[in-house]
T-cell receptor
């Protein structure tokens, strides 16, 4: 089992739709969580950190459920420019500081 | 503010040759990380520097890979001799905060990557 698992998709949604991604992690010692966005053949770019209380940034909302060990990302009012791969990233300090990437969820937003 | 830069953007070499990748982190970032993404797989951690010291190199595949960060500024990753399976995209990232104590969040900023092809 992978340490960080994501549904690879692809998710195909129309403009204006709401779409949600989930990510599960296996290491209960994980302490910080992020969503990154990666466009084709580009580097990952930080979208948002995920705080325990949940957080929102414009059309994006991130939630953390430590008991069930999953993180979610909600995108409202999808834009064409939201088309990308969304990477779930987990940091843990268990046996050394480690950063683990999920394989990513592919999103296509169509007109 | 300049972001993380990497050089070269692409490198094509033959099996057995040596390649050196360079990363310049964001100014003031003590933490520097190397990652690799091979075709069809997720991004994998290679190693982590805090200033000039290797904090964690548990992700380095084998002793053909050597990373240095002299003076705690830029870093180099040398592959010698290169093998076919070393092909992939090598990303460098930097961050200000070390570790996770006190609720600090280690937000890492990535460079554009070096695409390495070993023939």
């Amino acid at each position: 089992r992978k340490e960080v698992e994501q549904d690879p998709g692809p998710f195909n949604v129309p403009e204006g739709a709401t779409v949600a991604f989930n990510c599960t992690y296996s290491n209960s010692a994980s302490q910080s969580f992020f969503w990154y966005r990666q466009d084709c053949r580009k580097e990952p770019k930080l979208l948002m950190s995920v705080y325990s209380s949940g957080n929102e940034d414009g059309r994006f909302t991130a939630q953390l459920n430590r008991a069930s060990q999953y993180i979610s990302l909600l995108i409202r009012d999808s834009k064409l420019s939201d088309s990308a791969t969304y990477l779930c990233v987990v940091n843990s300090a268990d046996g050394g500081f480690k950063t683990i990437f999920g394989a990513g969820t592919r999103l296509f937003v169509k007109a | 503010e300049a972001g993380v830069t990497q050089f070269p953007s692409h490198s094509v070499i033959e099996k057995g040759q040596t390649v050196t990748l360079r990363c310049d982190p964001i100014s003031g970032h003590d933490n520097l990380y190397w990652y690799r993404r091979v075709m069809g797989k997720e991004i994998k951690f290679l190693l982590h520097f805090v200033k000039e010291s290797k904090q964690d190199e548990s992700g380095m595949p084998n002793n053909r890979f050597l990373a240095e960060r002299t003076g705690g500024t830029y870093s180099t990753l040398k592959v010698q001799p290169a093998e076919l399976e070393d092909s992939g995209v090598y990303f460098c990232a930097s961050s200000q905060v070390t570790g996770l104590a006190g609720g600090q969040y280690n937000e890492q900023f990535f460079g554009p990557g070096t695409r390495l092809t070993v023939l």
